[in-house]
């Protein structure tokens, strides 16, 4: 239970450049229990909120010492603390300039660590900041720190989770010096409306579109409806831009643990020595297993978009579809070991299996076959191509999902480099896609529209690509890289449309079988034949591009629930701020066993 007083610190809704500067209410009495709290949240109306619960770790019992602590128009709090920093503490303070030193008024561990921060800032009297400076006196800080442990020989890990705001943008970080320890819990929760619901003082979060209004981070969950929030990562910081942009970013040194690393997948364990000298020996650097690892899956799709067309070319349609088969039976068995072993060395062992199953089929068909394998071909092909509408479906989301992803990189890549030659070098990229799509509207349009059902559908398909591309600029919910994107991809059925279906040949049978150990030149002649002069380019470029946006889609549809949609507002406006709370060591804002439960203080203090 954290008793050790509170502290409360605001902005004033009015916004006021030259005077912008945060309110601050403190007190060393419990939170539940103190009424002027429950007074000022019924009255006071705030874009961006702190509060912080105090369990003193190092310090006295003062107003002082309660954060959240103030220079200028910043604030700042801790949640954690710096091991052994008595032992550090003269080598902080000599390493900060006069501005920084002389703010410090109390005596904690967790105010000096804002003096640092301070230090690290190019100014920190200044009247504005940008998200890049806090972030990068954010990272300086943390590394000081780690750099004072060390030089004092401390081994004990430190927990740093910082938040930081100057009334715009927000900081918050979820980190531990340590490679095996989880850091203090860091949770966030975002949507378009926080409300009462069901009655008794229960609150939940909801969004009712990609547009973020409202974010609150805390160190616990605030509500009961666990699945409104989401753990921020260890190691990691949380930023919150003036656009309401929530960006997970990790912070990289030594004791970051990605996600590849195998110590990332037994958090809070540390391995026995032998265990750690047998990694240290076998496994290689996390970069060069990282490369080897991609390598793995590149020769992996290589040798499936190789082995499959061989098969097709050189034996027949049944032996394709009996490979197909195979490569789907083994692509469950691994999905499912990979599911319970998580290991990352199965990228690399499934690289001999493809040749494998290359040889199997070659030596399957190379004299009578089974009857079996001929009906388990023939139901596996009748089965693909019931799933062929289901395909193009997948592909169609698959490319809505990409297009989305390359407007939020696009937007998120403007915001951190804080330059106009990335928003410059897009806004020509979108310019010449959008050309290039038209273009290619243009020359397929009379191919595509060979009927008047046809013609209907595709200037539907066109008008409705302008109107809601129209729609979404006026309601600020999309941008010129995602409209693009899905311009070009119209552009690209367009031309599907128009492109003659009929023209793949496809063997039945192979005239005469020739072994495949021994013969590898006369194979690849007859797939080079194959490709060049046989197989349609349109089917090539289909295949390549299902394949590509299947496997980009993949890969960003595990990480949409952890990264929110980007909005496109301004915190200045009172419709659309930050509302962020960040609660110290306590699962609750403010409440406990007094009069005022957390539920109230968050039903009263407004939000405007």
């Known amino acids: 239970m954290n008793g050790d007083g509170f502290g409360v610190g605001w902005y004033d809704s009015v916004y006021d450049e030259e005077s912008y500067q945060p309110c601050i209410f403190t007190s060393i009495t419990p939170a539940w229990n103190n009424v002027n709290l429950v007074r000022l949240a019924e009255k006071i109306k705030s874009p961006l909120v702190f509060g912080h619960v105090r369990a003193t770790t190092a ?29 550090v503490k003269r080598r902080l303070q000599a390493d900060l300039p006069d501005v920084a030193f002389n703010k410090v008024q109390g005596n904690t561990d967790s105010e000096w660590a804002f003096a640092l921060f301070l230090s690290k800032l190019p100014d920190p009297n200044a009247k504005s900041f940008t998200t890049a400076m806090l972030r990068d006196a954010m990272f300086k800080t943390i590394a000081s720190l780690n750099h004072y442990a060390e030089e004092a020989g401390i081994t004990e890990p430190s927990l740093m ?27 966030y929760s975002s949507g378009t409306t926080f409300s ?52 997970q970013i990790p912070i990289v040194d030594k004791f970051y643990v990605p996600p590849s690393d195998p110590a990332s997948l037994t958090p809070g364990f540390s391995s026995p020595p032998i265990l750690s000298t047998f990694h240290d020996l076998v496994m290689p650097s996390p970069l060069l297993w990282r490369a080897v690892s991609s390598a793995a899956r590149s020769l992996t799709v290589a040798q499936i978009l190789l082995f499959l067309p061989l098969t097709l070319s ?32 199965l990228t690399v062992l499934q690289l001999p299996i493809h040749p494998f199953l290359l040889l199997l089929c070659f030596n399957v068909f190379s004299s009578n076959v089974n009857p079996w394998i001929l009906t388990a071909s023939r139901w596996w092909a009748y089965t693909l191509s019931l799933w062929g509408p ?3 479906l997948l592909e169609g989301l698959s490319s809505l999902i990409v297009a989305q992803r390359l407007g939020q990189m696009g937007k998120r890549l403007i915001e951190q480099a804080d ?48 109107f809601l591309t129209l729609i979404g600029f006026v309601l ?106 960040y609660s110290s060591t306590s699962p609750l804002l403010f409440g406990g066993d007094g009069q005022t439960s957390d539920d109230d203080v968050v039903k009263d203090w407004k939000v405007e």
Not at 161 to 187: P, Q
Not at 219 to 234: C, G, N, Q, V
Not at 538 to 563: C, E, F, K, M, N
């Open 390 to 392: 289901f395909f193009f």
């Open 59 to 87: 310090g006295s019992l003062s107003l002082d010492n309660c954060h959240p602590f103030v220079h200028g128009r910043l604030m700042f709090m801790h949640n954690g603390g710096i091991a052994d920093f008595p032992l």
């Open 196 to 247: 009462e619901f069901g009655g008794g003082g229960h609150y939940k979060m909801s969004k009712a579109d990609k547009r973020e209004n409202i974010i609150m981070v805390a160190s616990e969950p605030l509500t009961f409806e666990r699945a409104d929030w989401m753990e921020i990562k260890t190691n990691n910081m949380v930023v919150v831009t003036p656009k309401m942009n929530l960006l």
């Open 476 to 581: 600020k919910k999309t941008n010129i890289i995602e409209s693009s994107a899905i311009s070009l991809f119209i552009a690209y059925n367009l031309w599907l449309c128009g492109v003659d279906q009929n023209q793949a040949y496809f063997p039945e049978t192979a005239s005469s079988y020739v072994p495949l150990i021994g013969n590898l030149k006369p194979h690849f002649d007859v797939l080079q034949n194959f490709v060049t002069n046989t197989l349609p380019k349109p089917l090539l470029i289909t295949l390549v591009y299902r394949l590509s946006i299947l496997q980009y889609a993949s890969r960003i549809l595990p990480t949409i629930g952890t990264d929110n949609w980007d909005s496109d507002n301004d915190s200045s406006c009172s419709s659309t701020c930050i509302h962020t709370f």
């Open 161 to 187: 989770n910082f938040c930081v705001t100057d009334g715009e943008t927000v900081i918050a970080t979820r980190y531990i010096s340590s490679k095996t320890d989880e850091a203090a819990s860091l949770w």
């Open 314 to 345: 050189t034996l027949s349609t049944p032996a394709f579809s009996f490979l197909s088969l195979c490569h789907a039976v083994h692509a469950f068995i691994h999905g499912t070991l990979v599911l319970l072993w998580g290991s990352p060395n």
């Open 419 to 466: 330059s106009e030659v990335y928003q410059f070098t897009l806004l020509v990229a979108a310019a010449v896609t959008y050309v290039l799509s038209a273009y290619w509207c243009v020359i397929a349009y009379p191919a595509a529209a060979s009927s008047p059902l046809s013609s209907t559908f595709l200037g539907v398909a066109l008008t409705a690509l302008v």
